[in-house]
């Protein structure tokens, strides 16, 4: 007899529960079983991170909570429609052994399934059948590994690789599942699970997804038509990816067919599922967090519009346990990693279970407002609440000046320019920002700004303090010696005791200033107007603070320098010196275009932004 957890109550037909004690003993015995199975730190920090929470927040609830007694690990091998087997870790609830169906949750990683063994027993002690997979080509799986193009919609050169969609449909047809499936993803499992959902699988009921993208040419192989080369070549390296799948990332930088196909965002009218998201100010997938986020609120189909939830706070991409970011340490009040899985649980269990609905009361967008640091009473640092995103703000500008000020006011000179001379064989090192395999976060960039192929501009000491929140951009004015070469700008928040603490930045290909499907090279020495994403951010500069920008045409290896010869990524022969020159002036005004928040009239700013402002179209 096939016994069912009607959703929000207890079987029907139970045997004699263990007293409390008892369930909770062996619960977490199960959990310190698989604590001593895992290794100290998985190929994500990530990983590591949710497993510790996961394992925390059993714990405390097992101090109050009768939970569910979970069953030892079972391996299964789950059959792909081509053939393919993928190996499958299963931590079931003792009760689906007599028959009792609960809903799945599924997890499919790269990283190798035995890594996650903690957070398996944890769920499966919430009532769930947690089900554990490595993806194709990975680890005990069979096949190639492709990274994410066989997790979609037949994206792999046969067209028959739905394996997100195989995976979801098999568990639902299992015995001890009750045909409600759910996932749960971080970084590259968050990203396969997205997969999954973009083929809409009929099972899959909601998703939980942590510092995830949604596109990967914008989100993570060529942002701002640049190649993000320390990302993409050390994580395809970590997870063993078929030579090709690198080959085809460098052969394609234009945003052509086959990036468009493999585009999450592009398969918004179809996703129906509702999703909890989580991401970081500092994380590498950041603005792919919120295109998703607001994408899905706004335009997802079924249950997925208007049920989506959005958390950010100051972390990198594996820092959300952290107090420390890079060379900063936040209040406590930034670590709440155990918040959030509770709230995922709470999730679960409202999606696939019906149970208590307080959670569809969380707001729509919790955002962390950083503040200085360490500056007693300094504005900020603290958590807010909004309905929607982007939230309410009024654009305004800071213009680049001769003098390397920044200021709120057009220039009045009719003509001035800075040049500097960009030598591809000497980029300017990487300090910081959001990276994955080298030094993340916020980091003191006086080091690299006092290079000579490094334009500072800075504002004077602010009189009060200046509230941003949103979208950050930069419209340059400038020329080039050569065919191509790459614009780079950061935003810094400048302390009193002069560290300039970098707050995001970005890079604008020059052969992608008209778009990123075709490239255009440059006339030599024409002027052009090129738009830098700088993406988004959240943080109080505190009155006494200055607001820096940098302008360079290097970051590396945060990305691949340009050899500026026009030549087809990787393809070039040669590297030449370019002599590049930034324009800011009454007729070609370059400027740092900001999303302030508070107070919209800051004495900083003088003068809204003129006639003819061309309005920054950013992906």
Known sequence: MKLTIA?????????????????????????????????????RESVKAWSD????????????????????????????????????DLYRPLLSYIGVDYPAILIRTPYNKDDLSELG?????????????????????????????DDGWGLDPTGTHWDGYDTVEWVADQSWC?????????????????FAAGAKPPHLECQVLFVSASDLYFDAAHQGGGYRQSLVEEWLTEVGAIPEIKEKIIGQESYGSEWKEVSILARHPVIDVPIYHSGGWYDIFLQGTLNHFYGLQANGAGAARGNQKLVLGPWTHSGQDERTQGQLTYPSNSVIVDEEFENALDWFAYWLKDDDDSVLDLPPVRYYLMGAVGEEGAPGNRWREAETWPVPSATRCLYLNSDRRLLGSLPVINSSSTSFAYDPRNPVPTVGGANLNIDAGPYDQRGVEEREDVLVFTTPPLS?????????????????SALDTDWTAKLSDVYPDGRSMLVTDGLRRAKFRNGFENPHLMEPGAVYEFEIDLWSTAIVFNEGHRIRLAISSSNSPRFDPNPNTGDPLRQNTEVITAINTVYHDAQRPSRLILPVTSPENHPLFRQEPHEGVPLIRLR
């Open 121 to 149: 027993y944890a769920l499966s002690a919430f009532g769930y059948v947690a089900v554990i997979q490595d993806v194709r080509g990975a680890f005990d799986s069979e096949g190639e590994m492709r990274v994410f193009y």
């Open 464 to 480: 009060e303090p200046l509230e941003m929140v949103g979208r950050i951009s930069v419209l340059l004015y400038g020329s080039s």
């Open 53 to 88: 929470s996961a394992a925390r927040v059993y714990r405390r609830m097992a101090e109050t909570d009768d939970k569910i007694i979970p069953g030892p690990r079972e391996t299964e091998w789950a059959p792909m429609r081509d053939g393919t087997r993928l190996a499958t």
């Open 7 to 43: 959703k929000g109550a207890e079987p029907t037909i139970p045997p004699k529960r263990f007293p409390a004690l008892i369930t909770n003993l062996i619960g977490i015995l199960a959990l310190a079983h698989a604590a001593g199975a895992a290794v100290d730190s998985g190929p």
């Open 178 to 194: 009750d045909g409600e499936v759910g996932m749960f993803g971080f970084s590259a499992l968050g990203i396969s699970a997205s």
